[in-house]
């Protein structure tokens, strides 16, 4: 097992899901037989421009997305807002547009961030500053005008209970290799239900760490 949350913590759910003979999301309790999902890069690069960027995000939407998600803060505002100006107008209007901060702002900066892509129906800003800095995170949660997701990289569900009791986050953003497996997952989606938050489950790196958020959402109520 790795971290916090390895594959031997997910290895011990799926192999007596195996051995039942049963999808993973059966044995954790199934609420739904679909799940959403969103497209995830939009990086940088030295010679990409915001059309550029448009022509492909616009591309995953052509493939069948409905939600997409791009990276902000690693160039200056005014850039970041030409970027995401030039997204929204080639996805339209009904395709779901989040932004991804990798925690490089401060509160600041992020809510600076926040009121200049407002316009463009941000559907969430996620990791707007550092995930130590979770009174600055509450702060841009509370005072800016787009619904902060975080944070991926913590572990273990009194966390995440802290950063929704002192609100810092709407949709609260577990990562099953990070956050304690499988289990963790589960008890942090059912927080946030508790408390009236949705989850969302990140996933990167291996067909596992994709597979295993998919059969723990199908398993959560919200």
Same mark, same amino acid.
């Given at each position: ?75 200056? !505002?005014? @850039? ?24 490089? !702002? ?35 949660? @509370? ?33 099953? /290799? ?26 990167? /790196? /291996? ?11 199908? /398993?959560?109520?919200?």
């Amino acid at each position: 097992p790795g971290g916090a949350g390895g594959a031997g913590a997910t290895a011990r759910w799926a192999l007596p899901a195996r051995a039942a003979d049963l999808p993973l999301a059966h044995l954790l309790g199934l609420c739904h037989t679909r799940a959403p999902v969103y497209a995830s890069a939009g990086l940088y690069g030295a010679d990409k421009t915001p059309d550029d960027l448009g022509r492909e995000v616009k591309g995953w939407v052509d493939a069948g997305f409905d939600a997409v998600k791009i990276k902000v803060a690693g160039a200056p !505002l005014a @850039q970041d807002v030409r970027r995401v100006a030039a997204v929204r107008e080639a996805i339209g209007p009904d395709v779901r547009l989040m932004v991804d901060a990798l925690y490089m !702002l401060d509160a600041a900066g992020a809510l600076a961030l926040a009121h200049a892509l407002a316009p463009y129906d941000i559907h969430f800003l996620e990791a707007p500053v550092s995930p130590y800095d979770i009174a600055g995170q509450a702060r841009v949660h @509370q005072d800016g005008p787009i619904p902060v997701c975080g944070n991926e990289t913590m572990a273990w569900a009194p966390a995440f209970r802290e950063l929704i009791v002192r609100d810092a986050a709407h949709f609260i953003q577990c990562d099953i /290799s990070a956050c304690g497996g499988v289990t963790e997952a589960k008890r942090i989606g059912e927080l946030a239900h508790i408390f009236h938050r949705p989850p969302t489950l990140h996933a990167s /790196s /291996s067909a596992v760490v994709y597979a295993a958020p998919l059969h723990v959402a199908a /398993s959560l109520p919200n």
